[in-house]
């Protein structure tokens, strides 16, 4: 095994971090709010273990977001480190390996079958880095904890990386008794609990602070600002549930639903098959991305419908026929929703009476129906009108299922 002799300076690190460079506490979690550099922080980490003779293997709930994440942040941190003479880097496998053999090695938690054969070329896995650690589900990570054997010459560790999200959120109830908000640490037999926000991370801008900061809406503010767990009390869907759908094949009755968007507002696009019979909607794969244009929105979403229809956002028709009129391999088979009156609470009304089931990897799908939910007026009591906010792929579905609604009468007409 070659030496890999190379020094990184405590300068590199936001201050915050340094007590953990290397901590050896079992279960480490690191959260709070965002932007405050937990995960720069641990893929910085990641490098310096491997080049000690550490293996680590780094997961998330689906292998494309951990490609668009974890894996790209630490090249950026080899890059700026003027490292890459150290690592050989495997793009389409998402593994890198080290000159002294060590390997950090990627996987998404839908990859079963690659996530039970993953190994390092020499050695054992000595860490589990989970990002975005309440996207998982806790059979996922008993699962994980089982990678964790063989001999080594480092103490094994699982880390933890997130925004707080939800206070019913099995995390929470596992790990975080006795933890007090406003505490920056908290350290229990085997478990470390590591609190950081935007302030503790100096290499951000004025403008990511003042991003934070003017954050207006209370449960965004304290989950993604100060990094608080959230309460929602007034989440509109609650007849919802993640299962892996990934071997079924009963799944007939598709329906597709398309709501655009560019900028700051993704283009959110649903598969989904409705059974009537049970009154069961199931979400079977999503697409989700911003700053696409219509050809290349179209060609990413071809391989999904084929030739089926898809419902799109009809305020914007000029949209709709470039998806129509695409080369004949990009073309969508698209149109547009009826909408009419009341469609947004009629729709959601509708999605509430139904069992709905979202399949593991459709993460944004599952993000939405975490947090949309109702505003509230000056007094605090409830209203009937939704938050137009965490609704992307909740408007698709509410266009792609349009024709599975009961006929309806508002203002004296069926629409």
């Not at 007590?19 to 490098?47: E, M």
């Not at 063989?150 to 929470?172: C, M, Q, T, V, Y």
């Not at 968007?261 to 019979?277: E, L, N, T, V």
Request: proline share 4%.
């Amino acid at each position: 095994m070659a030496d890999v002799n190379v020094k990184i300076l405590p300068k590199v690190f936001n201050p915050v971090y340094l007590p953990y460079v290397n901590d050896p506490t079992r279960i480490q979690i690191f959260f709070g709010g965002s932007s405050s550099g937990k995960s720069y922080f641990l893929a910085q980490r990641h490098i310096k273990d491997v080049m000690n003779g550490r293996n680590i293997l780094s997961v998330r709930n689906t292998g494309n977001s951990i490609r668009k994440s974890s894996f790209n942040e630490i090249r950026k941190v080899i890059s700026k480190w003027n490292l890459n003479e150290y690592f050989s880097i495997n793009k389409s496998d998402m593994y890198m390996t080290c000159r002294n053999g060590r390997q950090i090695l990627y996987s998404g938690l839908d990859d079963t079958e690659k996530l039970k054969s993953i190994t390092p070329e020499d050695s054992v896995l000595t860490d589990i880095h989970i990002e975005e650690a309440t996207e998982t589900q806790e059979t996922d990570v008993k699962q994980l904890e089982r990678r964790l054997r063989g001999e080594a010459d480092f103490p094994k560790r699982i880390s933890f990386s997130f925004n707080p999200i939800l206070k019913a959120h099995w995390i929470f109830k596992k790990y975080f008794t006795g933890w007090e908000d406003g505490a920056r640490e908290l350290r229990k037999p085997g478990i470390l609990i590591m609190h950081t926000t935007y302030k503790d991370n100096q290499f951000l801008d004025d403008a990511d602070r003042e991003l934070l900061e003017s954050e207006k809406d209370p449960y965004w503010r304290d989950v993604y600002t100060l990094g608080k767990w959230g309460t929602l009390g007034d989440v509109i869907f609650k007849n919802w549930k993640i299962e892996d759908l990934s071997k079924e094949t009963h799944f007939d009755n598709i329906r597709n639903g398309l709501d655009f968007g560019f900028g700051a507002d993704p283009a959110a696009f649903d598969h989904m098959h409705y059974d009537r019979k049970h009154k069961q909607l199931f979400f079977l794969d999503e697409f989700n991305a911003h700053e696409l244009t219509n050809p290349q929105l179209a060609k990413a979403i071809k391989p999904i419908v084929k030739n089926q229809r898809v419902v799109c956002d009809s305020s914007e028709p000029k949209s709709i026929r470039e998806l129509q009129t695409q080369p004949l391999e990009h073309r969508i088979f698209a149109v547009g929703a009826k909408k009419g009156p009341d469609s947004v609470n009629f729709g959601i009304q509708w999605m509430q009476q139904q069992e709905i089931i979202i399949d593991r990897k459709c993460q944004n799908v599952i993000n939405e129906f975490q947090a949309y939910q109702w505003k509230k007026n000056h007094a605090g009591e409830t209203l009937n009108i939704p938050i137009d906010k965490n609704n992307h792929h909740i408007d698709a579905a509410r266009y792609g299922c349009e024709d599975c609604m009961e006929e309806r009468k508002v203002a004296g007409r069926v629409i």
